[in-house]
């Protein structure tokens, strides 16, 4: 021992003593945290923000593609916040909120962003749009929109295992109408240390257009990001193929890494299929050159390589193929978007001049006349001037017609691109995976759109040693269907009831399984469950609170309370929420309360109304005048209705629920049964009720564009009682008719007359009966003064 501190140049007693002091307290720190020491569980946290409600044009799909990421996310094991419809303020605080969330998350997590919306560049930078942006000149782009580069790069200065950006935003957008426009797409960036980028086009490039009611990017991803076992870049190569596979070529997206860690969604299960490509021919796919491959085999090749050298090495291969002008629009983008790249980071006149020669009408001709006129330097390039090299050579002649022009699209017509041939090297979609059903809109301020969950395969496994949150109901529940955030059903179409009710009774169907637990679990709850970011959940809190008018115009493009329509459509009515909703109590033990206005086993929403809201007729009561307006359907229970006799719960069916009621039967108190029609199926298997709406004042229906039936019901609040109503007559109760007629109830006994509410069916005005005649008065005679009589 006394050798070894010799040799280390420890001679006197006291610098020995505060040797062995130093090794004391770094043990002390070492057995302090033995989870630093030893290596914790991986976190996963992640922002998905989906903007659709811009001002100068709702966009059909980026609200919904939020939710879906953010649910396959969760699946994941992320702990996800997320919103939709964020104006700058907004967005600026939800970004803040995250980054202090990761901050504090510690060294061992892994960071997902996901932005979808409108995304621009402006001089070298890419910029996400806030809803309420009004871009109308180029240079309000910095001041309307946030810089994405000053986000990405305060994440990556955080202390991680590594963070994924995904912006979902190259769209042909609507800003800068002038002869001075920005270009198209998104800029060619660089990812930080430690993080990777991924765009849902090829920068510089646009996607199309989608009706929804998902992007082809989001749907594709989510897809990937299910398949166990994939590393992060295998992810994001397939995405690529699976996006050009949907949209025919007219979109390929991008992604560029520096991620440097290990890193799997889901892990794979030793029962696993085999893979349609082995890892070995997978890799060797990858090194062989493209010279080796057949003709429709090469295009996937270099697709799936996704660099310009490999593009290029097509067109040299196999320079008449029917896919040549596709591929050499994808190496025009990439090279120009490269030459802008080296050409902003030198940011000289002799660099912007050096484009200009290149490129005098590409797409960034403008943002490099912009930095000219800052240089204060001749716009055109001079006669002499030392050009910068780059690291590609000039475009061929070829080339110059796909960029001579703001933006490219792999769709264009003016080029008469081929249609590739069906995909290689990826194995089919799962067939549940291959058509989505719409998700269900939310109702809340800035709460995203809820997907119905798919179940990932059997062989795929929740990934290992991570920490998940706490309550995350669907990483919990992967393979099996998760109707909202209290019940499931496994794949033995038992209900398993996460707050730890009894299993439903023997001999019920999956219907009332659910229909019951869905009730004992607390049916109030909310079926969306991707948490607001705290700044906006506050926000959201306060609109809401002041009144429902100023929480609806919240977010531009959002519905007002109550959606206005031109005429309602006969057999829609409205209905209420079930116990839990609103404040209202939940039944003790499972058992359902007495009085009218409660439904066995359905399941509600807190009611509020959105633009092109879902529905879904399995929607039950609410006493009335409470809640908020929104559209739903009656059901037995609403209204004074009797429940139905047990077993006779309405049964759902798969994943949209639709309820099929029996024939109806007498209640104790006598009071008639509204009988519910079951809806036709659509062809996404859901079905499309036109849903009335209806206020105090003037009833109103709600079109069936404006609602199509997914997984979860939105729920409405019945009109407030009159104060003293005249007694009515008896009446049937409302019926639901959703594409199907409406099944005659049976006769019953003759209830007690009571006040109901009015069947939106026709807005037809009774005219109230005339008022009854008097009789002619017959003749007085006789009388003193009056002639006599005859």
């Known amino acids: ?158 202390n991680n295992r590594g963070s994924i950006v995904v912006l979902d935003a190259a769209r042909a957008n609507p800003f800068v109408q002038s002869s001075q426009p920005l270009a198209g797409g998104l800029a060619l960036v660089d990812p930080d240390a430690n993080q990777l980028i991924a765009f849902n086009a090829a920068p510089g490039t646009v996607a199309p257009q989608e009706a929804g009611p998902y992007g082809s990017y989001a749907h594709a991803l989510a897809e990937m990001i299910r398949v166990g076992g994939l590393s992060l870049d295998d992810v994001f190569d397939r995405t690529r193929l699976r996006v050009g596979d949907l949209t025919k070529g007219a979109e390929i997206s991008w992604d560029a890494s520096k991620f440097k860690n290990a890193f799997n969604f889901f892990d794979r299960g030793p029962n696993a ?47 008449n193929d029917s896919m040549v002008r596709r591929v050499r629009a994808i190496v025009a983008a990439r ?167 009894a299993p439903a009774a023997p001999g019920l169907t999956t219907g009332q399984k659910l229909a019951g637990a869905a009730v004992i679990a607390g049916a109030g709850a909310a079926a969306l469950h991707v948490a607001l970011p705290p700044s906006v959940q506050k926000k959201a809190a306060v609109l809401q609170k002041q009144n429902p008018a100023a929480a609806a115009k919240a977010t531009p493009g959002a519905a007002p309370a109550v959606a206005p329509v031109a005429k309602p459509q006969a057999g829609n009515a409205t209905a209420h929420t079930l116990p839990g909703a609103n404040g209202q109590p939940l039944p003790a033990g499972g058992k359902l309360p007495g009085n009218p206005g409660t439904v066995p086993g359905k399941q509600a929403q807190p009611p509020q109304a959105a633009p092109n809201a879902a529905h879904n007729p399995a929607v039950a009561a609410q006493p009335a005048g409470q809640g908020t307006n929104a559209n739903a359907h009656a059901l037995p229970g609403s209204k004074g209705q009797p429940l139905p006799a047990a077993g006779n719960t309405p049964a759902v069916k798969g994943q949209n ?93 003759q209830p007690k007359p009571q006040p109901q509410p009015k069947v939106v069916q026709q807005q037809v005005k009774r005219q109230p009966p005339p008022p009854p005649q008097k009789p002619p008065e017959k003749k007085k005679c006789g009388a003193p003064g009056l002639p006599a009589c005859h």
């Open 335 to 501: 090279r120009e978007a490269i030459t802008w790249r080296e050409t902003w980071i030198a940011d000289t006149p002799e660099a912007y001049w050096s484009y200009l020669r290149r490129y005098p009408r590409g797409p960034h001709v403008w943002d490099a006349r912009r930095r000219l006129e800052h240089f204060e330097a001749a716009l055109e390039p001079p006669p002499s001037f030392a050009v910068i090299e780059y690291d590609v050579p000039p475009p061929p002649p070829p080339e110059i017609v796909y960029v001579d022009r703001p933006v490219l699209y792999f769709d264009d017509a003016d080029f008469g691109y081929a249609p590739p041939p069906p995909v290689v090297f990826l194995a089919p979609p799962p067939p549940d995976f291959v058509v989505l059903a719409p998700p269900v809109l939310s109702v809340d301020l800035y709460v995203l759109p809820a997907p119905v969950f798919v179940p990932v395969p059997e062989w795929v496994e929740p990934p290992r040693d991570i920490a998940p949150p706490e309550n995350n109901i669907i990483f919990n529940n992967i393979h099996n269907t998760v109707v909202n955030n209290t019940t499931v059903i496994n794949n033995n179409n038992t209900v398993v009831n996460e707050n730890g009710a």
């Open 657 to 749: 629920q639709i309820a099929k009621t029996p024939a109806p039967q007498a209640a104790p108190s006598g009071k008639p049964n509204a009988v519910v029609a079951a809806p036709k199926p659509n062809a996404h298997g859901s079905a499309s009720p036109a849903v009335a709406a209806r206020t105090p004042a003037k009833p109103k229906a709600v079109s069936n564009n404006q609602a199509r039936v997914n997984s979860q019901p939105h729920v409405a609040a019945a009109p407030a009682r009159r104060a003293n109503p005249v007694p009515a007559q008896p009446r049937p109760a409302p019926h639901v008719v959703a594409q199907a007629r409406a099944v005659a109830p049976k006769p019953q006994a």
């Open 1 to 158: 021992m006394s050798l070894l501190l010799s040799m280390m140049g420890l001679s006197s007693k006291k610098t020995i003593w505060a040797f062995f002091a130093m090794i004391l307290v770094l043990a002390g720190i070492a057995a302090a945290n033995p989870a630093e020491a030893q290596g914790s569980p991986e976190k996963r946290i992640a922002l998905v923000v989906g903007n659709a409600a811009y001002k100068v044009g709702a966009l059909p799909t980026p609200a919904n593609d939020a939710g879906l990421i953010a649910q396959t996310l969760q699946a994941a094991g992320f702990d996800v916040i997320g919103a939709r419809d964020l104006d700058q303020n907004g967005l600026r605080d939800a970004m803040r909120d995250f980054l202090t969330k990761a901050n504090a998350s510690g060294p061992n997590t892994v960071v997902f962003v996901y932005l979808a919306g409108y995304g621009v560049q402006y001089q070298g930078d890419n910029y996400f749009v806030p809803i309420d942006a009004q871009i109308a000149n180029a240079t309000d782009v910095p001041v309307q929109a946030l810089r994405v580069s000053d986000f990405t790069k305060s994440l990556s200065a955080i």
């Open 273 to 319: 299929p085999a893979a349609p490509v082995s890892t070995v021919d997978e890799v060797a796919n990858r090194t062989k050159p493209i010279r080796d491959f057949d003709e429709r085999d090469a295009y996937f090749a270099a697709l799936d390589r996704d660099t310009l050298q490999g593009y290029e090495d097509f067109l040299a291969a196999y320079p």
